[in-house]
């Protein structure tokens, strides 16, 4: 296992960020962290990557107590905090070597400062101050930071918030070319991200796990409310369809296309088109709804 978080708390003041969360990430993975504003990601990140330590419980990187081998662990962690601090008035190049300097790289210093500048997509950025660079390019230097030791687990605190969509993509296309050869936590509340980049999404909310699954499954997570999607050939009276038994709601997407939603995780579909049938309407199409990402994530962290 790359991290292994064991029944952790952490308490500010007399609130609970974290309440006893446990989660295993093993070697390779991209896993998205995923919940809404004050959920506990950056929280949670922070103690694996040792800048914060937790109240209660037990969290191991790569084999590594981060209480009591905290070096070792900064050894195998690369962290891209929340909102990326970067010296602005540094130039891009300087500042990889201020950070090889602290990780004490010696002598290999300007072959990795190099290596990252060409995995990063820096090269036509690096002779630049920092306070120069677009967002996008801001954060590939945050990036490029993390990963200057040649860490196996990198832990990205909201890397793509606040780019525009071309930024988003490229950033989202470096961070899936890291992630063939390290282990990754992101976190986000863009649920586009978890679908495009990670293998296995946790839903944090209140500092609480509500959810962990992998991205395929999370979208299936909530059958009980399976939804089918019909289009007839034409408008009918669809409150009728409410009468099939397991139907729990109908809603009009169109004049001929009806939204289905059953009560359970039985499948309604043959009676749903023998009851089209009796009533001589023609179906053109019929298909279950996948359920995204996104619709999961409302259902699990929706203020009640
Ligand atoms: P997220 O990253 O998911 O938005 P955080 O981990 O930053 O959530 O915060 C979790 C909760 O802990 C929030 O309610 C936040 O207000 C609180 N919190 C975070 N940092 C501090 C702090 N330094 N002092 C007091 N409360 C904090
Ligand atoms: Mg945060």
Redesign the pocket.
């Known amino acids: 296992m790359s991290i292994i978080v064991k029944e952790v708390t952490k308490v500010y003041g007399s609130q609970k960020a974290l309440d006893n969360v446990s989660v295993s990430i093993s070697k390779g993975e991209i896993v998205a962290l995923l919940g809404p504003?004050?959920?506990g990601?950056?929280?949670m990140?922070k103690i694996i990557s040792c800048y914060l330590p937790q109240n209660e419980g037990d969290v191991r990187v790569c084999g590594h107590n981060v209480i009591t081998d905290s070096l070792k662990v900064r050894k195998v962690v690369g962290y891209l905090p929340?909102n990326n601090p970067l010296y602005l008035d540094m130039y891009v190049r300087e500042y990889l070597e201020f950070i090889a300097g602290i990780h004490k790289l010696g002598r290999q210093s300007a072959a990795r400062v190099k290596e990252m500048i060409l995995q990063t997509g820096l090269e036509r950025e690096h002779h630049k101050k920092i306070g120069a660079l677009s967002k996008g390019y801001r954060q590939r230097v945050g990036i490029a930071q993390a990963l200057i030791h040649d860490p196996e687990v990198l832990i990205l605190?909201?890397p793509t918030s606040g780019l525009d969509p071309n930024q988003l993509i490229e950033i989202r296309n470096l961070i899936r070319d890291i992630g063939r050869e390290k282990t990754i936590l992101l976190?986000t509340h863009i649920m586009q991200e978890v679908e495009a980049v990670c293998d296995r999404v946790i839903i944090i909310n209140r500092g609480k796990i509500v959810a962990d699954a992998p991205t395929h499954e999370l979208q299936l997570l909530n059958q009980a409310n399976r939804v089918i999607r019909v289009e007839f050939q034409k408008a009918a009276q669809w409150e009728l369809l409410k009468t099939i038994p397991g139907v729990m709601e109908v809603q009009n997407e169109k004049a001929n296309i009806v939204r289905i939603f059953a009560g359970s995780t039985q499948d309604l579909r043959a009676a749903v088109f023998e009851f089209a049938v009796k009533n001589q309407w023609v179906i053109l199409s019929m298909m279950y709804e996948d359920q995204s990402v996104e619709q999961v994530f409302r259902q699990l962290t929706i203020e009640s």
Do not use: V
Request: charged share 35%.
């Open positions: 504003n004050g959920a990601k950056s929280t990140m929340e605190d909201e976190s």
